[in-house]
């Protein structure tokens, strides 16, 4: 069993940054993987970021990569997401999601946080 809770979303402007924090407790030490995830209103979930236990292989979306870095400090029980350079686009609600059993697939997460929204508008 994993809790996750985000926190860190807010009003930005186009060009503005945001640090996203996802606080994980439970048996954090179980974590394989730990990703981000967003979902535009009227629009599907859509695969942000992930990291593994390492933190050494990062993975981004294609319309992030570049923009937003996805980090982890497993003895503090915290994932990060760095949003640099927001787009309008980027308008979200954001979710941490972490799983603790090995897999390569994208979108195969078990525990989920409740989300933080995430909004880029002048």
């Known amino acids: 069993q994993v809790l996750l809770a985000e926190s860190g979303g807010g009003l930005v402007q186009p060009g503005d940054s945001l640090r996203l924090a996802c606080a994980a407790s439970g048996h954090t030490f179980s974590i394989y993987d730990m990703a981000w995830f967003r979902q535009a209103l009227g629009k599907e979930r859509e695969f942000v970021a992930a990291?593994?236990?390492?933190?050494?292989?990062?993975r981004y979306g294609d319309s992030v990569k570049g923009r937003f870095t996805i980090s982890r400090d497993n003895f503090m029980n915290t994932g990060h997401l760095q949003m640099n350079r927001l787009k309008p686009e980027d308008t979200a609600v954001y979710y941490c999601?972490?799983?603790?059993?090995?897999?390569?697939?994208?979108?195969?997460?078990?525990?989920w946080g409740q989300g933080t929204q995430v909004t880029v508008s002048s």
């Open positions: 999601a972490a799983r603790t059993r090995p897999s390569g697939l994208r979108d195969d997460y078990d525990y």
């Open positions: 990291v593994g236990w390492s933190g050494g292989n990062p």
